[in-house]
């Protein structure tokens, strides 16, 4: 399955540009060996920030979803990337199905002249928490009701 260009893009964009110092020491032969539903020939750069926009969407660190192998006496924290053990990563990749599924299938119905919200990304259901709001009755602040 192939990535929605647009949702990429609008997950890139909606992401700040920080690196993490982890990140940029990746070398060329530390290429991304466990893609199964981002495109296999992202670059870092996109792909980075897929990964800090859904880490901000959720409101987490990347070792929410990512392995994390530091060892005592270790000063930075070491990530398994690829490995799939945490169960949150396997939950993340069928929400981002799930997104494109939704954008795909439905969505894409609907055509709104080039509005964004014609879109769903991670931060729309999300909104920085790992459960989003089910209930009206959760809400920060009762919303009127509609005329
Ligand atoms: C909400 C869960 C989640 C968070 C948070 C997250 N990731 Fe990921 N990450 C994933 C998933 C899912 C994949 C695999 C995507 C796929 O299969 O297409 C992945 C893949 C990766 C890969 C590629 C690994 C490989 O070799 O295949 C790297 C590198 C990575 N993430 C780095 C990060 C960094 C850095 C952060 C923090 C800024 C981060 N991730 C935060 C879920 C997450
Ligand atoms: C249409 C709304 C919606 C969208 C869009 C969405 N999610 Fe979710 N997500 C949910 C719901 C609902 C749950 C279930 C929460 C629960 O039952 O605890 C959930 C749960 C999760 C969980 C598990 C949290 C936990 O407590 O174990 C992860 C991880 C996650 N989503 C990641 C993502 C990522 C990454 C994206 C974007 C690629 C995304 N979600 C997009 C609605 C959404």
Same mark, same amino acid.
């Given at each position: ?11 890139? *964009?909606? /992401?700040g540009?920080?690196? *993490? ?6 070398? =060329?032969?530390d290429?991304p060996?466990? *893609? ?6 992202? /670059?870092?750069k996109?792909?980075?920030n ?9 409101g987490?660190r990347?070792?929410?979803?990512h392995?994390?192998t ?5 000063e930075?924290?070491?990530f =398994?990337?690829? /490995?799939?053990?945490?169960k949150?990563?396997q ?18 119905k ?11 990304v ?12 089910i209930?009206?009755? /959760? ?6 009701p509609?005329?």
């Amino acid at each position: 399955m192939r990535i929605n260009k647009k949702l990429l893009l609008i997950t890139a *964009l909606c /992401s700040g540009m920080v690196f *993490l110092q982890s990140f940029t020491q990746k070398h =060329d032969d530390d290429r991304p060996v466990n *893609l199964q539903v981002l495109p296999k020939d992202i /670059s870092e750069k996109d792909l980075h920030n897929v990964m800090r926009n859904w880490s901000m969407a959720l409101g987490v660190r990347c070792g929410y979803c990512h392995v994390n192998t530091q060892q005592p006496g270790q000063e930075h924290h070491q990530f =398994d990337w690829a /490995s799939d053990m945490k169960k949150e990563k396997q939950t993340a990749r069928e929400m981002l199905k799930m997104t494109m599924a939704i954008n795909e299938a439905h969505l894409a119905k609907i055509k709104t002249m080039g509005d964004p919200l014609e879109q769903i990304v991670c931060v729309t259901c999300h909104m920085g928490r790992t459960t989003p709001i089910i209930s009206v009755d /959760s809400l920060p602040r009762a919303p009127k009701p509609a005329k």
